[in-house]
């Protein structure tokens, strides 16, 4: 029986095993990675141009892990969706570039564990994010808009 109102998205040896798999949520593309122990799910296009995120590499940033998005660079972390920069502080004597948050920018996924089954709570769009703007937008141009996948992304 799957837990009320969530959304399944596979099976949970299966995603530690390939690390990350994209779904689709009422037409919204998400991706759900597991990475060091801890699954977490997102809009799977960035919020700055609508970068494909699953094909990007995860980076410990200060401690945070964080996708990097293989279009511009930018970088989200998985835990909170929060966009960080490098930047510093003029008014140090010594400025080094830190990092900062940007603030939350990609829509974060709850993911449940249940019977080894992952599943994702529906999105609650009572809240807007950055990257809602690229979900619709691949969402309403399907596949056509985004271009088949070629054979090599259909395998992996």
Same mark, same amino acid.
């Given at each position: &029986? ?5 959304? $399944? ?9 390939? @690390?990350?798999?994209t ?9 759900? $990675?597991?990475?060091?122990?801890? $699954?977490?799910?997102? #809009? ?27 279009w511009?660079? $930018? ?15 003029? @008014? ?8 900062? *948050?940007?603030?939350?920018? @990609? ?8 019977? =080894? ?10 809240? *807007?994010? #950055?990257? #809602? ?8 141009? =399907?596949?056509s808009?985004? =271009? ?6 259909? &395998?992996?």
């Open positions: &029986m799957e837990p009320h109102g969530l959304i $399944f998205i596979g099976k949970e040896e299966d995603i530690k095993k390939s @690390q990350r798999i779904a689709k949520i009422d037409g919204r593309e998400i991706v759900v $990675f597991y990475h060091e122990g801890k $699954f977490h799910a997102l #809009d799977s296009r960035c919020y700055h141009e609508g970068g494909p995120l699953c094909h990007g590499e995860i980076e410990d940033i200060d401690g945070q892990a964080c996708i990097v998005c293989p511009h660079k $930018f970088k989200i972390t998985l835990e909170t969706g929060e966009g960080l920069y490098e930047g510093i502080n003029p @008014q140090e004597p010594s400025p080094t570039p830190k990092w900062q *948050s940007k603030g939350v920018k @990609q829509r974060i996924h709850k993911v449940t564990i249940h019977n =080894g089954n992952v599943y994702v709570n529906p999105p609650d769009l009572s809240v *807007s994010f #950055d990257s #809602d703007y690229f979900a619709e937008k691949y969402k309403i141009g =399907g596949e808009a985004i =271009g088949k996948p070629s054979r090599l992304e259909a &395998m992996e």
